[in-house]
Every structure is written in C-alpha cells, then in structure tokens.
C-alpha cells in the first residue's frame, strides 16, 4: 500500500509568484495536515483538514491557503511568494481528525529566488 | 512562549551503545507526546508516543521516558545500529487538538 505522496518533488519559484503543491493521503485517511520545514528546524503546522473541512490552522499568513478534495486529496496554496517561503513542504495524513499518529510524505523542496 | 525544545543539538555515539535523546517542554496543557525520526530527504517518520497518563512506554530497541514534574521527555535507543543516525523531533501535542508542535530536533550520528 501507497504511503502518503507529495508532488512535486522540487519546485524553484520567483518572489511574488503564487504556487500550489499536491499531497494524497494513505488510502482510507481523512485528516490531511500540512507542514512547512525551514531547513535546520523542527516541522510548523500549517493547516488540518478533515472531512474536507479546515479544522486547525498555525500561525501563516492569509497568503497561505489549502483546501480537501473529495477523494481526501490536498492541495496547499501559496501567493506572493517570500524569500522566507523557502522551505520543505510536508504533508501529513491520519485515519480521523486528532493528531495521533501522523503520516509524513517525503515532502517538496520549495527554493523562491 | 510555551515550545518544544531539546536539550542537544548532536549527539554522537558508537556503533552498539545506547543513545539517550532528550526533550523538554514546557506546555503543562500538552497531553500526547512524539517522536520522529527524519533521515535525509525524507519527511518525519513516527517512532513512538506516550500519553501524559504514562511515565514510560517501551517499543522495539526504543523506550520513552515522560517526566511531567520537571516536563522532560527523552527517547532512549538500545544498541544504536549505523541506520539510526538521522535528526530525532520531540513533539507535543494535546489530545484531538490540530496543531502538533516540534522541537528543533538532535542530530544522531553512529560511528562504526
């Protein structure tokens, strides 16, 4: 069975472009949380879906944005790109809506210049 | 403000000894605790957890130690094997809650 997937795998942006990065859950997980990694730091919760709903948030600005398909897919949304948005990207997905036991992708490497 | 964070940013130890990671928190609210391994490349990978209701919980080669009265968490590895060295993330976590804190992470490297 498929482990969570994260695509794409490398992403190089502009500042002030917007950019959109796509995350599929293990199959028969409904909660996707999103994650941004600044290179040499702990992991910082971005946002938690559940049953296509937004059911937590971090501390980002409004210029982050995510939504849940369906299918439990995630698609997380970024405009007006920083320089400080330079991160890896990881998604995570649980069976239900608390935080036990999350499952990581392997994440994508976002590079604005 | 309240966070995680570790006591050691690396650790090295030698092929077949023990390693001893620690953790300290300082959220009393937090319920749930966990740790992850992350080795290059990849994203976090869940090793074990511990409910606040627990001092200690054992799995394979790993144990987790909770102490609430000094908020201290450490993740003992048993015979520490090359294919442990990678960055451990302590973090906290209230129970149905929806943002799961990290701490800065230790860095482990096996010497053979």
């Known amino acids: 069975d498929a482990g969570v997937t994260q695509s794409p795998t490398h992403l190089i942006k502009t500042r002030g472009q917007h950019v959109t990065l796509r995350c599929s859950p293990i199959s028969g997980h409904k909660s996707v949380s999103w994650y941004q990694q600044v290179l040499g730091q702990g992991p910082q919760f971005i946002f938690q879906?559940?049953?296509?709903?937004?059911?937590g948030r971090g501390n980002f600005p409004d210029r982050f944005s995510a939504r849940q398909f369906p299918n439990y897919s995630s698609e997380l949304n970024v405009n007006a790109l920083l320089l400080g948005d330079s991160a890896l990207y990881l998604c995570?997905?649980?069976?239900?809506?608390?935080?036990?036991?999350?499952?990581f992708g392997p994440g994508t490497r976002l590079t604005v210049t | 403000g309240e966070s995680v964070g570790l006591h050691l940013p690396t650790l090295s130890v030698q092929e077949g000894d023990n390693s001893i990671i620690n953790c300290a928190y300082s959220?009393?609210?937090?319920?749930?605790f966990i740790w992850y391994k992350q080795e290059s490349g990849k994203g976090p990978q869940f090793i074990i957890d511990i409910r606040s209701n627990m001092d200690k919980r054992q799995g394979q080669r790993v144990t987790v130690l909770l102490n609430k009265t000094v908020k201290h968490l450490s993740l003992q590895i048993a015979a520490t094997q090359p294919g442990d060295s990678a960055v451990y993330f302590c973090?906290?976590?209230?129970?149905?809650?929806?943002?799961?804190?990290f701490g800065a992470g230790t860095r482990l490297t096996v010497k053979p």
């Open positions: 995570a997905s649980s069976l239900a809506r608390g935080s036990y036991e999350q499952y």
């Open positions: 973090a906290e976590n209230m129970i149905n809650n929806n943002d799961m804190r």
């Open positions: 879906y559940y049953e296509k709903e937004e059911r």
């Open positions: 959220n009393s609210a937090s319920d749930y």
